[in-house]
C-alpha cells in the first residue's frame, strides 16, 4: 500500500527518471516481489539510465515474479550490490521486449550475466560453441543461442563492445550455432556423415563477420564424396545433411526460431542443386556467374564442416573474386544493380528504409564493394570481408581520402547501431525506422540520446543519411573507377620492362624518359605515392590519347611536383568528377595550358569543379582585377595582380575549349564548333577588357589618386570591339578623353597621353604569360596621330577627313573600359559614319573593294600559302569579315540587327533580312568558324600565334585532334580546310567583288 503523502515525490522521482508513465510504475514498485528493491534509490537511478525504463521495469517484475522463491533473494541481493550485473540486466530489459520474454521462460538465465571476467568480454567461436555444447536437439539449441545472445546484447547496451565487435560476435555466435546444427544433423543421420565431406560457406553479413541481431544467414553448401563413396550418393547425403542443418535452425518451435539459412546465393539460385562440388561450382563460376555473384562471393568464409574443403574452396573462387572487375561493364552493372535495389523499394517505405534507400546501409556496403573490387585486384591490403575493415583500409592505400572514409565509417556504425537496436526491441528482422513516438523515444535514448530523443534521433539519422548519400554518390560514380577497371591486371603494376613496352606501344616517343617520371611519381611508400600508383595507369591512357603523349606525362609530374605538399590535388583527381581526365586532356593538347598552369598550379581545382570550367562574366571579372589592384602597393604590382587574375582566367578558357574540343567520357565532343569559338572570343574579350581596367586604374591611383582631370573612355575595336579574341590576338583600341569642368584642355590631354602610355608600358613589361598588347594604330592619323583625343577631336576629324576604310573599321568599336558614359557618347559619334543613311555610294565601294585586293597582295606574309592562310588566305577570316562588313555598312541603317560588333552576328542578321542566302550564309559561318579554330588551336598547340598550320607533325597532329580528327588523318584535315574556304572564296567574289 502506497503512504498517503508519498504518490507524488514518488511520482515525480519517476518523471525525472524517465518514467512515461509513472502511475504503473509506482504500482509495479509496490508490487510484494519487489519489497526488497523498493527503497533502494539505486535501483531507480539504474532503471532511469536504461532506453526504457517502463519497458525495463516490467520486465524486472516478470523476471522476480518467475523466480522460485529460494532463488529470488539471490536475484535481489545481486541485483542490489553488483552495479556490473544490474546495468547489464536492466540495459537489456529497458532495451528487448523479446530478451524478456526469454528471462520470464527461463529465470535462471540471468545467471549469464553476473560474470564480469576480462576474459568474458570479447568470447570467439570455440566459447560461443561452449556455451551451445549441452544442446541436444533443435529446442534445447535455441534456447542455448538466446543464452548467448543476451550476453552479447548486455554487453552491446552498456557499452562494454562497439557496434562492429557485436556484429562481429554475432558472426561468431551464427558460426557456433551453424556448427552445432551440423553436428545434431550428423548425429540424426551417421550413414549420411560417413558418406561425404561436407562443407558451410558462410556469405553476406554473417561471412563478413558483422552479422545482424536478426538476419537470414546466408550460406553456400560444398560437398565431395567420402573416400571410396560414389559421388551421386555423396551429393544425396551430403544434400540430406544440409536440409537438416537448414531446418534446425530454421524452423519454429516452442522456443521460435534462430534464424533462417538461406542458400540462394548459390550457383542457379534456387533451381540450382542444394550442394555441388568444389569443381561443379568452380566451372559455373568460370561459364556462367554474374557480376553480382562475384560481389557476393567477396565475403566468403568457411565456417563449418570439412575445414580442408572449406579452405579448397576459399582458395578456388578467391582469385575469380578479384578478377571480377575485368569483366566487360563491371562497374556499370554493379551501379545498375544498387539503382535496382533503390528501384524495388515500397513507396510508402523509401523514407524509413534504413538499410535499403537513399543514404543507407546498401550504399555504403556497395560503394565499398566497388571499390575493392576493381582497386583489390593488385592490393591484396583490400581483400576483407568487413565494410568497416575494408574502408579502413581504402583509406590506408590512398584510394579513398581519410576524412571520407572517416564521415563514411561514423555514419555506417550510427546507422548500424540503429538497425541492431530496432531489431533488438522484439527480435524481428526489420530495417524499418520505427513511426511510434514511443518507439523512437526508446531507440533515441538506446544510442544515448536523452534531451529530446526523437527530436535528436530524426536530427542524427538525416545528417548521417545525408553524408552516406553525398559520398556514394561520389565514390560510387567515381569516373576514375571504371577507367581503371577497364586496364589489363598487368597494366596496373608493371616491372620497369613491361612498363617501358608497354609505353612504347601506347606511343610514348621515350619510353625511357617516361619511366623516370613515373618512379619519380610514384615511388615509396607514402600516402602520395600509392595515390599516384592508382592515378598513372589511367593518366598514361589519356596522355597516349593525345598527339604528345611525352608531354602530357611531363607536365603532369611538374605539377605533381609544385602541388606535391598541397593536401587536396591527389584527393582531387582522384574523388572530384572528371578533374583527372580534365588534367590529362590539358596536359597533353599542347603548350599554352600547361605553361599557365605551372605559373598556377592551383588552378588546377578549377577542372574539379563542375562550374569551374564556365567562364567569368565582365563585371565578375573586372570587380576581381580592381580588387587586386587596390590592394598593390604601386602601378607593377598592381598590373603584375592583374595579370594574375588573367592567367588563371585565361587557363580557364583555355581547358574548356580543349575539353570541350577534344570530349571525355562524361562529356562528349561538343557539336557545335562555332558555341566554342563564341565562348573563347567572349571569354578572352571580357577578360582583356577587365586587365585593361585594372591597368587604367592602376595609373590614374599612382599618379592622380581617385580621379584623373579628364574623362577617359577606351575604345575596342577590330577582334577587340567584336568580341573575337584569339588567345594571341591583340587589343585594338582607341583612347577617347573629355576635359573635367575647370579643367584646362592642354592639362586634360597631358593626363590623358600620359595614361596611355604608362598603361602600354605597365602591360608590357617583361613576363612569361601570353602578352597583351594595345594596338591603337586604328586612331585617325595612324601611328602619327595623338594616341588620345577629346571627343570634340574625334568629331571634328570625322567630320572632315575620315576614309571609307575608318567608318569600315568603326564597325567594331565598342567601349570597353573607363568612362562608360563617355564611351557611350563616343558611339553615338560615330554610328552616322559605320551605318549611313544614304548606305555606301560606288565610290565608296570600289575603295574598299581595292583596299582588300591590295592586303591580299601586299599583306600575306612571303612565301605563304594563300589556300592555309587562316586570316588573309582565300576564304579566311579577312575575306568573311570585309563580306559581312560591306553588307553592314550598305544596309545597317535599315537593318537595326546588323548594328552588331560580331561578324557571326552580323551575318546571321544579314540572312534574317534577306540579304544573303542560306547556303551562302552557312558557307561564310562555317569558314570563319574554321579559320578561327585554326588559329586558336595553333596558339594552344605551340603556345604563340601563328595564322597557318603548323609544319612539325607533332604540332600538326595535336591542331589535328583539336579540331576531332584522329591519329593519320592530318592530310584531311587540311584538305578539309582548303574546300570549306574554297567555297568561302567563291561566296566571297560574289558578294564582295560582285563577280
Not at 230 to 249: F, G, N, P, V
Not at 585 to 612: C, F, H, M, N, Q
Request: net charge neutral; proline share 5%; glycine share 8%.
Amino acid at each position: 500500500m502506497t503512504v498517503p503523502g508519498r504518490r507524488s515525490s514518488t511520482f515525480s522521482r519517476l518523471l525525472r527518471h524517465g518514467f512515461t508513465d509513472p502511475s504503473a510504475a509506482e504500482r509495479l514498485l509496490d508490487l510484494p516481489e519487489l519489497a526488497a528493491l523498493r527503497g533502494d534509490s539505486v535501483l531507480l537511478d539504474a532503471l532511469g539510465a536504461t532506453a526504457d525504463p517502463d519497458l525495463a521495469l516490467r520486465g524486472l517484475v516478470r523476471l522476480v515474479e518467475a523466480q522460485p522463491e529460494e532463488e529470488r533473494r539471490g536475484l535481489t541481493t545481486t541485483l542490489l550490490s553488483a552495479k556490473p550485473f544490474r546495468d547489464r540486466l536492466l540495459g537489456v530489459l529497458g532495451t528487448s521486449e523479446a530478451l524478456a520474454d526469454h528471462l520470464a521462460r527461463h529465470p535462471r538465465d540471468w545467471q549469464a550475466l553476473v560474470t564480469y571476467e576480462a576474459a568474458d568480454l570479447h568470447p570467439g567461436v570455440a566459447d560461443f560453441e561452449r556455451g551451445l555444447a549441452e544442446a541436444t536437439d533443435p529446442v534445447s539449441l535455441r534456447v542455448a543461442y538466446r543464452r548467448c545472445l543476451l550476453a552479447i546484447a548486455a554487453r552491446d547496451v552498456c557499452g562494454t563492445i562497439d557496434v562492429a565487435q557485436t556484429a562481429a560476435e554475432l558472426a561468431d555466435l551464427a558460426t557456433a550455432t551453424l556448427r552445432a546444427a551440423l553436428a545434431l544433423a550428423r548425429a540424426a543421420a551417421p550413414e549420411d556423415a560417413a558418406r561425404c565431406r561436407l562443407a558451410v560457406i558462410a556469405m553476406g553479413k554473417c561471412g563478413g563477420n558483422e552479422l545482424n541481431y536478426v538476419s537470414d544467414v546466408d550460406v553456400i553448401f560444398v560437398g565431395e564424396p567420402a573416400d571410396g563413396t560414389d559421388e551421386a550418393k555423396a551429393l544425396q547425403a551430403a544434400t540430406r545433411l544440409a536440409s537438416h542443418l537448414m531446418r534446425i535452425c530454421s524452423e519454429t518451435t516452442v522456443e521460435g526460431t534462430i534464424w533462417p539459412v538461406d542458400a540462394n546465393l548459390r550457383p542457379e539460385g534456387r533451381n540450382g542443386p542444394l550442394v555441388r562440388t568444389l569443381s561443379s561450382h568452380l566451372a559455373y563460376y568460370q561459364r556462367w556467374a554474374k557480376t553480382w555473384e562475384f560481389q557476393a562471393l567477396l565475403k566468403a568464409r568457411a565456417v563449418a564442416g570439412d575445414p580442408q574443403l572449406g579452405a579448397a574452396y576459399i582458395d578456388a573462387v578467391s582469385p575469380l573474386v578479384w578478377k571480377a572487375a575485368e569483366r566487360e561493364n563491371f562497374v556499370s552493372d554493379v551501379q545498375k544493380m544498387r539503382r535496382r535495389v533503390v528501384d524495388n523499394i515500397p513507396v510508402g517505405q523509401v523514407d524509413r528504409e534504413l538499410k535499403l534507400g537513399p543514404g543507407g546501409l546498401r550504399d555504403v556496403e556497395f560503394a565499398v564493394q566497388l571499390l575493392q573490387l576493381v582497386h583489390g585486384r593488385s592490393d591484396a591490403t583490400l581483400h576483407s570481408g568487413s565494410t568497416l575493415d575494408a574502408l579502413a583500409a581504402l583509406a590506408a592505400g590512398g584510394y579513398v581520402g581519410r576524412a571520407d572514409a572517416a564521415q563514411l565509417d561514423d555514419a555506417y556504425r550510427f546507422l548500424r547501431a540503429m538497425e541492431h537496436r530496432i531489431q533488438l526491441y522484439r527480435l524481428r528482422r526489420t530495417h524499418l525506422v520505427p513511426e511510434a513516438e514511443e518507439d523512437l523515444r526508446r531507440l533515441g535514448r538506446s544510442l544515448g540520446l536523452r534531451t529530446d530523443p526523437v527530436a535528436e534521433l530524426g536530427r542524427e539519422w538525416r545528417r548521417h543519411a545525408a553524408v552516406v548519400r553525398r559520398l556514394h554518390e561520389k565514390l560510387f560514380y567515381r569516373p576514375l573507377l571504371d577507367a581503371v577497371a577497364q586496364l589489363a591486371p598487368g597494366e596496373i603494376r608493371l616491372s620497369p620492362k613491361a612498363a617501358g613496352q608497354r609505353l612504347e606501344a601506347l606511343g610514348y616517343a621515350d619510353p625511357a624518359a617516361a619511366l623516370r617520371h613515373l618512379e619519380a611519381l610514384s615511388s615509396g611508400v607514402s600516402r602520395k605515392a600509392a595515390i599516384q600508383r592508382t592515378l598513372l595507369p589511367v593518366l598514361l591512357g589519356w596522355f597516349a590519347d593525345s598527339a604528345d603523349p611525352d608531354a602530357g606525362l611531363l607536365g603532369f609530374r611538374k605539377v605533381s611536383d609544385a602541388l606535391g605538399k598541397t593536401p587536396w590535388y591527389l584527393r582531387l583527381l582522384r574523388d572530384e568528377g572528371a578533374a583527372a581526365e580534365n588534367l590529362a586532356r590539358v596536359l597533353s593538347a599542347g603548350r599554352l595550358a600547361p605553361d599557365l598552369l605551372l605559373r598556377a598550379p592551383e588552378a588546377v581545382a578549377i577542372l574539379g569543379d563542375p562550374e569551374g570550367l564556365k567562364p567569368r562574366g565582365r563585371d565578375h571579372l573586372e570587380q576581381e582585377v580592381l580588387a587586386a589592384v587596390g590592394r598593390a602597393e604601386g602601378p607593377e604590382q598592381a598590373v603584375v595582380a592583374a595579370r594574375g587574375v588573367r592567367r588563371r582566367e585565361l587557363f580557364r578558357t583555355a581547358a574548356a575549349d580543349l575539353i570541350g574540343s577534344y570530349g571525355t567520357e562524361d562529356s562528349p565532343r561538343t557539336a557545335d564548333p562555332g558555341d566554342l569559338v563564341d565562348r573563347v572570343g567572349q571569354a578572352v574579350t571580357d577578360l582583356n577588357a577587365a586587365t585593361i581596367a585594372g591597368a587604367l586604374r592602376a595609373v590614374v591611383r599612382a599618379e592622380w589618386g581617385e580621379e584623373l582631370p579628364t574623362r577617359f573612355a577606351v575604345i575596342g575595336m577590330g577582334r577587340f570591339g567584336g568580341h573575337e579574341l584569339g588567345y594571341g590576338s591583340d587589343a585594338d583600341v582607341l583612347f577617347v578623353h573629355e576635359p573635367r569642368e575647370g579643367v584646362d584642355e592642354q592639362e586634360a590631354a597631358r593626363a590623358a597621353n600620359q595614361v596611355v602610355t604608362e598603361m602600354r608600358r605597365l602591360l608590357q613589361l617583361p613576363t612569361a604569360d601570353p602578352p597583351l598588347l594595345i594596338d591603337a594604330d586604328l586612331r585617325p592619323e595612324g601611328r602619327n596621330g595623338p594616341l588620345a583625343r577629346t571627343l570634340k577631336s574625334y568629331e571634328a576629324y570625322y567630320r572632315r577627313w575620315s576614309l571609307v576604310w575608318e567608318s569600315q573599321a568603326l564597325l567594331r568599336a565598342e567601349p570597353m573600359a573607363g568612362d562608360r558614359e563617355l564611351g557611350e557618347r563616343f558611339i553615338a559619334l560615330v554610328d552616322p559614319l559605320r551605318y549611313p543613311a544614304d548606305g555606301l555610294g560606288e565610290d565608296a565601294v570600289r575603295e574598299i573593294r581595292r583596299l582588300k585586293a591590295r592586303m591580299e597582295t601586299e599583306r600575306l606574309p612571303r612565301g605563304a600559302d594563300p589556300t592555309l592562310h587562316a586570316k588573309l588566305g582565300r576564304g579566311g577570316l579577312s575575306d568573311v569579315e570585309w563580306t559581312v562588313q560591306l553588307l553592314q555598312m550598305r544596309h545597317g541603317r535599315a537593318e537595326p540587327g546588323l548594328r552588331t560588333t560580331r561578324t557571326r552576328a552580323a551575318l546571321a542578321a544579314a540572312l534574317a533580312a534577306g540579304l544573303i542566302g542560306a547556303d551562302e550564309a552557312q558557307t561564310l559561318d562555317e569558314a570563319w568558324v574554321l579559320a578561327t579554330r585554326v588559329r586558336n588551336a595553333v596558339m594552344l598547340v605551340r603556345g604563340r600565334p601563328g595564322d597557318t598550320f603548323p609544319s612539325e607533325p607533332r604540332e600538326l597532329a595535336a591542331v589535328g585532334r583539336y579540331l576531332g580528327y584522329g591519329p593519320g588523318h592530318v592530310g584531311e584535315m587540311v584538305d578539309d580546310y582548303r574546300r570549306v574556304t574554297r567555297r568561302a572564296r567563291a561566296v566571297v567574289e560574289e558578294l564582295f567583288y560582285g563577280a
